[in-house]
């Protein structure tokens, strides 16, 4: 089955109470949730104070996805302010398999990201500790960039990587200018999860957002 994860921070927070709200009577099957740290990447947004408050409010997993330099100092912290799946950058983090490691004796499901310039072959030596590897589909730091077409092919060679290894638990999971439009073909290169920020808050009605991901994934009996 393909997961839908809405990115709040495309959200209106003035209300954020209501859109988690909404996001689930939608249908949606995760939060995302981007920490920025102005260094990994060139943009401030959410601390683990928030991730905390979000949780008190969500029924439906946190799926936080950190874009901050030395990961491992906030593992705990995001932890224990409710992260379900908690995912560090390859590119940000020294130790890799110890912080996916960590995350995990700690409770949550580890992720590992790459940005669009890492090759999938980086994660070779990853892989087998990580549960979930999102692939960015634009340059981390802001919501509503447009998807870069290449990451179809990435997609694709990172499931067959899995495969290979039999890794048939790791789940891919695609962010970054993911629409309904190409939504069928992120799909069908091989994605389980699907992150969506704007295409979802700015959308007239989110119900049918999410019905309409839902259609192009039983168009490919997934
Ligand atoms: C970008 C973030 C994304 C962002 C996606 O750096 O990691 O999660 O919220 O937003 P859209 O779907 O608008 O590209
Ligand atoms: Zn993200």
Known sequence: MVLTAPSILSANFLELGREIKETEEAGADLF????????FVPNITIG???VEHVKKAASLPLDVHLMIERPDRYIKNFID???DILTVHYEADRHLNSTLNLIK???AKAGVS?????PVSALEDVLHDADVVLLMSV???FGGQRFIPHSLKKIAALKSMITQKGLTGTKIEVDGGVTVGNAAD???AGADILVMGSAFYNSENYKETIKAIRAKAQAHGR
Do not use: R
């Open 48 to 50: 683990y104070f928030i």
């Open 114 to 118: 790459i940005n669009p310039s890492t």
């Open 105 to 107: 004796s700690l409770g």
């Open 139 to 141: 340059n981390p730091g």
């Open 81 to 83: 302010a409710g992260a």
């Open 186 to 188: 992120v799909i069908g």
């Open 32 to 39: 995302h949730i981007d920490a920025m740290d102005g260094s």
